[in-house]
């Protein structure tokens, strides 16, 4: 079966071209220039990944995004004509997984989806190869469970995005170690890190603000300035 991609932006001639760039390569492609008919949609379709401009009309793209990771864990791509670094790091900590400005090259969008999707796809296998395992971690009652993909912090349950929880495990699974940025990044993402990239800050922001972190003395993910982050 295809996989079906949900776009959601008000510039025809940016919805057009990104819709044939993408049909040539196979996929399904619901469009839509308003966030309230692209929300009725994911209501009753299933979808392998989002694309959601930020400044569309009804319900703008960060609305969106909040409303689809309530219940949704696919990858979901950005797109904004604002450049300000507090923008893409806003995506991020709500919930999506990369951020493209425009104006961008369509090719560009392409390979971001190819690499959005086999990451998901490589997690969702790993995740089901693993079901019979129970391999879980309990650190001072926040509890990581990798066969249920499930958290919980003292019996309360949390939830978390795919990545959101690949950090944590990450993490875990190296209890009192340091991890490095670049380390976080490749091992999470796949990919190689570059230089000034806030993706892994702003990712464990959200993982703090998710586990009722204090920002200046955070009990599980504590920051090691200039080298990295652990959990002791």
């Not at 864990?73 to 604002?82: D, G």
């Not at 690949?166 to 570059?194: H, P, R, T």
């Not at 009722?212 to 080298?227: F, L, N, Q, S």
């Amino acid at each position: 079966m295809n996989q079906k991609i949900l776009l959601v932006e008000d510039e025809e001639d940016i919805s057009n071209l990104l819709e044939i760039y993408l049909s040539d390569q196979g996929y399904v492609v619901d469009t839509y220039n308003n966030g309230q008919d692209a929300l009725e949609s994911i209501k009753k379709t299933e979808y392998d990944l989002a694309i959601l401009d930020v400044m569309v009309p009804g319900l703008n793209g960060f609305e969106l995004c909040k409303k689809i990771r309530k219940h949704y864990f696919y990858p979901i791509i950005m797109l904004t004509a604002k450049i300000e670094d507090i923008d893409k790091i806003t995506g991020l900590t709500i919930g999506a997984d990369d951020y493209m400005t425009k104006p961008f090259n369509p090719l560009e969008v392409v390979a971001r989806v190819k690499t959005q999707l086999r990451r998901y796809k490589r997690y969702n296998e790993k995740a089901v190869s693993s079901v019979k395992e129970v391999d879980e971690y309990d650190i001072r009652g926040l509890k990581i469970n990798k066969a249920t993909h499930s958290c919980s912090l003292f019996g309360e349950p949390i939830e978390l995005t795919p990545i959101e929880f690949s950090i944590l495990w990450c993490l875990s699974e190296n209890q009192g170690k340091v991890i490095s940025s670049e380390e976080l990044f490749e091992k999470v993402w796949g990919e190689k890190f570059i230089e000034n990239n806030n993706t892994v800050m702003a990712h464990i922001a959200r993982l703090r603000e998710k586990l009722k972190e204090p920002v200046k003395k955070p009990k599980y993910v504590k920051t090691v300035w200039g080298v990295g982050y652990k959990i002791e």
